[in-house]
C-alpha cells in the first residue's frame, strides 16, 4: 500500500476532505473520524456538512465552502500521524536515533555520557561522593518509618530501609553523571523526584520489587511476600520509543546502565522542554480565538448598539416633526386658557430638546463615546469572523 503523505499544506488539506469523506481519510491515516476532523478545526480547514456525499451520489449540486486565508503562520502546515510522529521535531528524531546507537546527538555540544560506568557485584557499596541534594533526600528517606510490607516510601522512592544506601550511591552516580550537562535534582519537596534544568523536570520512580513465598509451618501453608534485594528505576518521560524502566536482573545491576539511563534523561529532557513549547503554542492559539470570539461578539453586540441608535434617532426624529405640526396647527396666541398655554409651552421645550438631542454635533458625540463607528475599527478581526463554538472544550 502506497504511504500517505502526512505533511500538507491547508490547501491540500481543503481539497482532500472536499473531494474524499473524512471516514475514508480518517482509516488511510489510523485516526477516527472525530480525530480527523479535530485536526481540520485546529487548522481552520472547513469540511463538508451532513449529507453532502449524499447528494453527490443522487447527482444534486453541491457548494464547496472556500478556504478563508488566515495570517497565523503555524497554522499553514498541517501534521496528520501518529502521536510519536506529531510530537517529534527534526531534532528530536535524531537524538532519539542516536540514544539507541548509545551516543550522543552530533548536534550536541555536551559532554559525552561515560559508555563503560563502573561495575560492581555489590551495588550497596559502591565509592561515589553522596551529593548533598542528594544527600537531604536520603536523610528524609532515613527518617520514615517502614509500613507493614516492609518499605520506606517518599517521592516515589519506595524500597526497604536495607536499600537506602544503594538508593543514595545510585541517585549520586546519576546526579555526577548528569552535572555537566547542567541537570540538577529537583527539591520539589511535594512531588516526585527528578532532575531538572532550564525549568523542565524528567521526573523517576525507584522501586523494590517482592516476590511471592509459599512458608509451611505446622502443616499450614501460607504465602507471603518478601524482598528480592533488586532495584527497578522508571523514568516518568514523554520520549515515546526510548526505554524509561530498569530492573536488576541476576546477571546485570541497573548501575551497569547508567550510560543509557542518562541518555534516557537528555532525550525526555528534549521532550518536555518540546512539549512545554507546544502547550505554550496550544494556550497561546486557545487564548487567540478566545480573543476572537471575545470580538466577534462585541461586534454582534455593537451591531445591536448601531441599530438601536439609529431607531432611536428615527423615533425622536418623527416625534420632533409631529410636535412641531401640531404646535403649528393650533392657537399658540391671544387669550388661551391656563392649562392649554402650560401644554403648549411643554411641547415647545419638549421639540427644543429633541432637537438638541438629534443635532449633528449631539449625535457625533454620542457616536464618539459609545464608540459605534471608531476608526480605526478596535474590534476588527483580520482573520474574520472566527469558528463556532462547537462544544464546551472547544476553544
Known amino acids: 500500500m502506497e504511504e500517505v503523505k502526512r505533511t500538507l499544506a491547508r490547501e491540500e488539506l481543503h481539497e482532500l476532505v472536499w473531494s474524499t ?83 550522543v546527538s552530533p548536534k550536541s555540544e555536551l559532554p559525552a555520557v561515560p559508555r563503560n560506568p563502573p561495575k560492581t557485584t555489590s551495588p550497596e557499596i559502591l565509592s561515589v561522593a553522596t551529593r548533598g541534594d542528594v544527600g537531604s533526600f536520603l536523610k528524609e528517606l532515613q527518617r520514615l518509618k517502614p509500613d507493614r510490607d516492609g518499605f520506606v516510601y517518599h517521592r516515589y522512592v519506595k524500597v526497604p530501609p536495607a536499600a537506602i544506601t544503594r538508593v543514595g550511591n545510585f541517585l549520586s552516580l546519576i546526579a555526577n553523571t548528569l552535572q555537566p550537562f547542567g541537570f540538577r535534582l529537583h527539591d520539589n519537596k511535594t512531588t516526585r523526584l527528578g532532575f531538572s534544568k532550564n525549568g523542565y523536570v524528567v521526573d523517576f520512580g ?118 412641531r405640526a401640531t404646535i403649528a396647527s393650533v392657537p399658540t396666541s391671544g387669550d388661551l386658557p391656563h392649562d392649554y398655554a402650560r401644554m403648549i409651552a411643554w411641547a415647545g421645550n419638549r421639540l427644543a430638546e429633541l432637537d438638541e438631542q438629534t443635532a449633528i454635533d449631539r449625535i457625533q458625540a454620542t457616536l464618539v463615546d459609545r464608540r459605534l463607528y471608531s476608526d480605526p475599527d478596535d474590534l476588527l478581526d483580520p482573520e474574520g469572523d472566527p469558528p463556532p463554538k462547537q462544544n464546551y472544550w472547544d476553544d
Open 21 to 103: 469523506p473524512i471516514q475514508k481519510l480518517a482509516g488511510q491515516y489510523g485516526l477516527s473520524d472525530r480525530g480527523f476532523a479535530k485536526i481540520c478545526e485546529r487548522h481552520l480547514v472547513p469540511v463538508p456538512p451532513r449529507g453532502y456525499w449524499a447528494k453527490i451520489e443522487a447527482g444534486q449540486p453541491v457548494k464547496v465552502t472556500a478556504l478563508r486565508r488566515v495570517q497565523d503562520t503555524s497554522l499553514q502546515t498541517v501534521h496528520i500521524g501518529s502521536r510519536v510522529a506529531k510530537m517529534q521535531s527534526d531534532y528530536l528524531a535524531e537524538v532519539l536515533a542516536a540514544a539507541k546507537l548509545g551516543i
Open 206 to 323: 525507584i522501586d523494590a520489587p517482592r516476590k511471592r513465598v509459599t512458608k509451611t509451618s505446622g502443616g499450614w501453608h501460607s504465602q507471603e511476600y518478601e524482598h528480592v534485594g533488586r532495584l527497578e528505576l522508571t523514568i516518568y518521560g514523554r520520549a515515546e520509543g526510548s526505554k524509561k524502566k530498569w530492573i536488576d536482573t541476576d546477571n546485570r545491576k541497573i548501575e551497569e546502565s547508567l550510560s543509557q539511563i542518562v541518555d534516557s534523561f537528555l532525550v525526555n529532557h528534549i521532550v518536555e522542554g518540546e512539549h512545554e513549547a507546544r502547550r505554550k503554542t496550544e494556550e497561546a492559539r486557545r487564548a487567540h480565538l478566545v480573543r476572537r470570539r471575545e470580538l466577534a461578539a462585541l461586534r454582534i453586540k455593537r451591531e445591536d448598539d448601531r441599530l438601536s441608535f439609529l431607531r432611536w434617532i428615527a423615533e425622536a426624529r418623527r416625534e420632533a416633526e409631529d410636535l
